[in-house]
């Protein structure tokens, strides 16, 4: 379907060998790696390679490593894949140079019809539904922990609560829009 290598770089290694087999079976040449460094070589020799990131690398994070991925190769095209979504990652992802940001779980299928679909953006869908309550909390939690670099203690501080408070919201899944 594809002919550009595909290079998944993801801790998890049921989720990097799963996505894998899938994409191989769409006719994709594929590799993968546990972190960015192991596949930076991969990364430079490769024309054009479309990498698929995950933003949560173990104690790594893959927004730090979107700027020296498009170093080792301009032509590369970054998706940043993650179980964390939120607005203000995706922001900053694309600030940093990242190409498309998708929210895990997410199918084979639907990572290459994300790679196909025409890139002038012009048949994106605009929700008109707002936001629930709970996902904007969620969305505002996860910009204040941005904004203090991850520090848990410093960001319940932000916001007025309790660091354990916080460390319960963050443990649940993001709230659906």
Not at 34 to 54: F, G, K, M, T, V
Not at 144 to 164: E, W, Y
Request: aromatic content about 4%; overall charge positive.
């Amino acid at each position: 379907m594809n002919s550009n290598l595909i290079i998944i770089i993801d801790d998890d290694l049921t989720y990097r060998e799963v996505l894998s087999r899938s994409l191989i079976r769409y006719g994709c040449n594929v590799r993968h790696f546990p972190h960015p460094e192991q596949a930076s070589a991969c990364i430079e020799q490769n024309p054009q390679p479309i990498i698929l990131l995950d933003l949560k690398l173990e104690a790594d994070s893959g927004l730090r490593w979107i700027k020296k991925i498009k170093q080792l190769n301009l032509q590369c095209r970054i998706i940043l894949l993650t179980g964390y979504a939120s607005i203000s990652t995706a922001v900053e992802a694309i600030k940093l140079g990242a190409d498309d940001y998708l929210a895990k779980p997410i199918t084979a299928r639907e990572i290459l019809s994300q790679i196909n679909k025409d890139e002038s953006g012009e048949n994106t869908p605009i929700n008109t539904q707002p936001m629930s309550v709970e996902r904007l909390e969620w969305e505002h939690i996860q910009k204040v922990l941005m904004d203090n670099d991850g520090n848990i203690s410093a960001a319940a501080r932000s916001l007025g609560m309790h660091r354990r408070t916080l460390q319960r919201k963050l443990a649940k899944k993001p709230a659906r829009t």
